[in-house]
């Protein structure tokens, strides 16, 4: 049974940098970062590949950076320049990922991490 | 405001059927794209509950199901329960976000 869990600063003040980490207890292939407000709902804000590759919410405006360490079972996010729009729950969730006969990419999330808050304030 | 539109609210008493609605457009649900919708019970994280339009992933009672036509999809919740009480979200693809969306989520209330 896979489990996840985000661990990280509750507070962070504006301007500076939002580092999450999210440990799993066993491997995939695709791992996400999505976070929820009051004001605006769930917002995913990118993935990563075991490979290192990764993708990402353009709406951030190249603020994230994700990165993966395979052998310790862990990935991370790092959030630039925050501010108190990016006050939020923040979850990491395994990425349920196929494709259809099409062959367009699908995507969905099948296990989620428990949340954690991140205050933006001074 | 999300590109998915759902509404805010919906409700029932025990027993009775729901839908939900998911609106979408040609660059999301209209061009391909599966929904997954997911419920999120108070103070919880979200958990799927129909993956691919209309799968239930175990563990999930058959009371759920889904559908897609077009540029839209639903949820049908039937046999309401008081424990299906939460927060349901729709989710999906856009091909010009470049990106997955969800959609604003709607509070299910069991009278």
């Given at each position: 049974h896979v489990q996840l869990q985000e661990s990280g600063p509750g507070l962070v003040k504006p301007s500076q940098t939002l580092s999450l980490t999210c440990t799993v207890s066993s491997g995939s292939d695709y791992w996400n970062w999505i976070r929820q407000s009051a004001g605006k709902g769930l917002e995913w804000i990118g993935r990563i590949y075991t490979s290192g590759a990764a993708n990402y919410n353009p709406s951030l405006q190249s603020r994230g950076t994700i990165s993966i360490d395979t052998s310790k079972n862990q990935f991370s996010l790092k959030l630039i320049?925050?501010?108190?729009?990016?006050t939020a729950v923040y979850y990491c969730a395994r990425e349920l990922h196929y494709y259809d006969d099409s062959g367009y990419e699908m995507i969905a999330f099948d296990m989620w991490g428990q949340g954690t808050t991140v205050t933006v304030s001074s | 405001q999300s590109v998915l539109t759902q509404p805010p609210s919906v409700s029932g008493a025990p027993g009775q059927r729901v839908t939900i609605s998911c609106a979408g457009s040609n660059s999301n649900i209209g061009a391909g794209y599966d929904v997954h919708w997911y419920q999120q019970l108070p103070g919880t994280a979200p958990k799927l509950l129909?993956?691919?339009?209309?799968n239930r992933p175990s563990?999930?009672?058959?009371?759920f199901s889904g559908s897609k036509s077009g540029t839209s999809a639903s949820l049908a919740i039937t046999?309401?329960?008081?424990?299906?009480?939460a927060d349901y979200f729709c989710q999906s693809y856009d091909i010009n976000l470049y990106g997955v969306l969800f959609g604003g989520g709607t509070k299910l209330t069991v009278l």
């Open positions: 320049s925050v501010t108190a729009a990016d | 129909i993956y691919a339009n209309t563990g999930v009672p058959d009371r046999g309401l329960h008081t424990e299906d009480e």
